[in-house]
């Protein structure tokens, strides 16, 4: 039984679920004994929760909390209702704040709003304790209530915003404004004062809350409630990829407006046998899928592209045949709760086929004599080398995912100046490039890289070199170029960013690379648009979000608007409805990387054509007749674009 948050009858004590919700009693705040009370919640939890020691005051009641009314926050309880800041000035916080409002579920039309708060707060109180964690929660006069939830390690605005909003998502009485400005975040914590002439009261023993105080969560209690929360953050990023002129064109309706994607020559009758087998088993390889919410969602998919429908999958689920996929939606509370569960699934899937078919993925384009994969990606025609023998897959994904938590924990500090834009871009591409790897080795070649990044190669080149030089690095070059073979570099997490590493990111989107429209719009331009979905941002969040200047910031959404692909609505900007590609084609991108692909091809030749000269020079044990003369063949030299490029062959470029 959770043991936070969820206290039905306004007092403190372990939580409850079957009581009478208490109406609002006016006044009661106003007792010596409840004033005393409140002095002592406050004195308790205000400092520890607040993220820069300063509090706001609301003299209207506690609907407004002013920046100009700001103070210093102290144990003692302000007269007037008061409010701590969730983030501190970097943008971070150790707090999860759940502000489960009754207005929001009258405007939801609940019959009793005061039950239906009481209940969304008892199932976020379940689900922080099935993921291993531990809160407290308090009440307002008026019936409101709130969830906190601490954290051993300070998580950035980005995380926190999207976990807020897939919680918004899941709980209807939940507003999750408090977690959605970094600036300007605020909640009232237990012990302030209330408009309704009371205090926020404590739902948990002192003492619990004193333990959950000294004992944040960690990482692990993280992960699990990422993944609790998968089918919300992926519907997020299904409305923010999905794209709209495409759909029109080759979605359809079922008979319950469910979306469906036609096959041509009809539906298969069933899945592969693999995703055959997890929907009947529900085993499935960590290997493959590192959580039952992934692989869940690969079999959807795989009904998807199948070309079934929704009530397909129902009544699969409904018969009996796939009890393995039944028992991955069996921790949601009801029937209609798994069936929005399910249906969520289903429009994510239907964007992520919809994005594959399209282009909008990666696409394997068959095989290179030397086994690696040509592939395709967002207009780029890349060779991907297979991962040495004896890497385990798994481990594998998850050590990239840990360096990308770390690199996005150091990024906005690590690098300033000039150059850190460019290193940030040179990060993305290696980070996409063990992506498509599948492993944290990485023998792409430079160019490839460059392709990635969006840059020049010879400045891809300098910035390895800064980077594999750095105290303390992101990479390590484990095998200097030869022959052939280009400069080979494992992806390492510093010691210094150990810790930041065990935290998980949810990252929106794809991991890594820089969609190349923006060789023509900039790297700033593509650090902002990263940030960008479906929920409006607001400017100066963004500027704690990307770090970088708020000047820079301005320009590169005006830039980015005028292509379509930002826009501003009421409370910040979101992504706008154009199309990367189709602004990539209108500003001439896919010609100047054909110059530049044949650019690449040219230098290969050289260079094998070079390397064909060196082995002249390799003794042998009856040295054959050379028809090029030894003096021709030392004038020659190098291609000269290797003086300025000394990092290794160019890799092969598709044409």
Not at 65 to 94: I, N, Q
Not at 163 to 176: E, F, S
Not at 304 to 328: E, I, K, N, P, Y
């Amino acid at each position: 039984m959770p043991k936070f948050g969820v206290s039905n009858t306004g007092e403190t004590g372990i939580a409850v679920t079957d009581n009478l919700i208490p109406r609002p009693r006016h006044g009661e705040g106003y007792s010596g004994e409840g004033t005393l009370k409140a002095n002592e919640e406050w004195a308790l939890c205000a400092p520890a929760l607040g993220a820069r020691g300063r509090v706001r005051l609301s003299h209207d009641g506690g609907r407004n909390y002013p920046r100009h009314l700001e103070r210093e926050l102290t144990v003692r309880l302000p007269l007037s209702p008061a409010a701590v800041y969730v983030y501190d000035t970097s943008g971070h916080t150790r707090l999860l704040a759940a502000d489960f409002d009754i207005s929001r579920a009258v405007r939801r039309g609940a019959q009793d709003p005061y039950a239906a708060v009481a209940a969304d707060a008892a199932d976020f109180a379940a689900l922080v304790h099935a993921c291993g964690g531990r809160g407290f929660g308090d009440i307002s006069p008026n019936g409101g209530r709130h969830g906190y939830v601490l954290w051993a390690a300070p998580l950035p605005y980005r995380e926190m915003r999207q976990i807020a909003l897939a919680l918004a998502r899941r709980y209807p009485t939940l507003d999750p404004q408090p977690m959605l400005g970094s600036t300007d975040g605020v909640i009232r914590p237990p012990g302030s004062w209330h408009r309704s002439r009371g205090h926020q009261k404590l739902t948990t023993p002192l003492v619990h809350v004193r333990q959950v105080l000294a004992n944040p969560c960690g990482p692990d209690v993280w992960s699990a409630l990422i993944d609790a929360l998968m089918p919300e953050l992926e519907a997020i990023e299904a409305e923010q990829e999905t794209p709209v002129s495409m759909a029109a064109a080759v979605w359809q309706m079922d008979e319950q407006h469910d979306r469906w994607l036609p096959r041509a020559g009809g539906p298969l009758p069933r899945l592969s046998p693999r995703l055959e087998e997890i929907a009947a088993s529900g085993k499935f390889d960590q290997r493959d899928y590192a959580s039952p919410s992934e692989a869940r969602q690969a079999v959807v998919a795989g009904a998807v592209a199948c070309g079934w429908q929704l009530a397909d999958v129902s009544a699969r689920l409904a018969g009996g045949d796939w009890s393995g996929m039944a028992s991955f939606y069996a921790r949601y509370k009801d029937d209609r709760t798994r069936a929005e569960r399910l249906r969520a699934d289903w429009k994510n899937a239907i964007a992520w086929v919809t994005g594959r078919e399209f282009g909008r993925d990666v696409h394997t384009r068959g095989r290179t004599h030397s086994g690696g994969s040509k592939v395709e990606l967002e207009g780029l025609r890349l060779t991907v080398e297979p991962a040495p023998r004896g890497m385990d897959a798994g481990t594998e994904r998850q050590q990239i995912l840990r360096w990308n938590s770390a690199m996005r924990a150091a990024e906005r500090y690590r690098w300033a100046g000039p150059r850190a834009v460019t290193i940030r871009r040179v990060l993305r591409a290696l980070l996409k490039a063990a992506q498509l790897r599948n492993c944290t080795v990485i023998a792409f070649g430079v160019r490839h890289l460059a392709l990635l990044a969006g840059l020049d190669e010879s400045t891809v080149a300098k910035t390895l070199k800064l980077l594999r030089e750095e105290h303390d690095p992101f990479i390590n070059l484990i095998q200097v170029h030869h022959g052939e073979r280009a400069d080979t570099y494992r992806l390492i997490i510093p010691q210094g960013y150990a810790e930041a590493a065990e935290w998980r990111r949810w990252q929106p989107g794809k991991l890594g690379g820089i969609h190349p429209v923006f060789r023509i719009l900039g790297g700033t331009g593509a650090l902002v648009w990263e940030q960008l979905n479906s929920e409006p941002t607001r400017t100066t969040d963004l500027h704690t979000l990307v770090g970088i200047s708020p000047t820079a910031v301005t320009t590169a959404l005006t830039t980015l608007a005028e292509h379509g692909l930002a826009e501003r609505r009421r409370g910040g900007w979101i992504r706008g409805p154009a199309d990367p590609l189709r602004v990539a084609k209108q500003l001439g991108v896919p010609e100047l990387l054909v110059d530049i692909m044949a650019r690449y091809r040219q230098q290969r030749a050289e260079w094998h054509a070079f390397l064909s000269v060196i082995e002249a020079f390799v003794p042998t044990l009856e040295p054959p007749e050379y028809p090029i003369p030894l003096q021709e063949i030392a004038d020659a030299g190098p291609p000269p674009w290797m003086d300025a490029e000394p990092h290794g062959p160019p890799q092969p470029v598709l044409g």
